[in-house]
Each structure stands twice: as C-alpha cells, then as structure tokens.
C-alpha cells in the first residue's frame, strides 16, 4: 500500500494540533538514520536514498499516549515493551516507562516504512 509522505505528515501534524492545549509547537528530542546502500552503508556522495526518524522524550509520551490503538507486545525487543502503531508510525513502552517513536521516509517512492527491522 503506498501513502504519500505529506498524508502521513498531515496526519500526525493535525492529531498534534487536535491534542495540544495551546496549539504551539513543541520541542522534541530524537535522531535519525540516513539510509544510502541497499546494506544500510551510506558512501560519500552515493545520495541519500531515504532516512529514519526517531522521537524520544515528553514528545513520545505524549504521541504514545493520544494514539488510540491498542499496545501489544513488541517481540523485537523481547524484553516486555510494548508497541502502539498506526500504518508504519510506531511508538514504543519500555517497561521503566521510556518512550519512543519512529518512520522511516523513503526520498524516492515518498513513502513511509516501518523506522527499523526486528
């Protein structure tokens, strides 16, 4: 199934936007992969062919939390976290109540993936 990046975007821009109590942007905390070779190598000048995006801190908890889907337990990580998903956005639970949430975005399809493999 394809979905276009600004749909995916919009979304999670608006559902903030419903939540937030004061309609302001929020900082938030988080890294990125960058995607190059097929074998997840990135060479000099090989371009950029996609990136993941991970969010971390008070801006996980919150999108954890408003996501209205239900958690169910992640065997990726064997260790009791549990996932909340929405298309390929995920968030996850730890089980000491750190949060995390992550996509990937491929730059030439435009399309939204899942932010890593098991």
Known sequence: MKISI????????????AFAK???YKTMT????????????????????????????KAADTLYNQ??????YNECYDDGTLTKSS???????????????GLGVDLKTQQI???ETC
């Open 87 to 101: 298309g390929n956005f995920e968030c996850h639970k730890s089980k000491s109540n750190v949060y995390s949430c």
């Open 113 to 115: 993936y899942l932010p």
């Open 6 to 17: 600004g749909l995916v975007l919009s979304i999670i821009f608006i559902t903030g936007l």
């Open 22 to 24: 004061d309609f302001s």
């Open 30 to 57: 988080g890294s990125f992969f960058m995607w190059g070779e097929p074998n997840g190598s990135l060479k000099p000048d090989s371009g950029l062919k996609g990136f993941s995006l991970f969010i971390d801190g």
């Open 67 to 72: 996501m209205a889907e239900k958690p169910y």
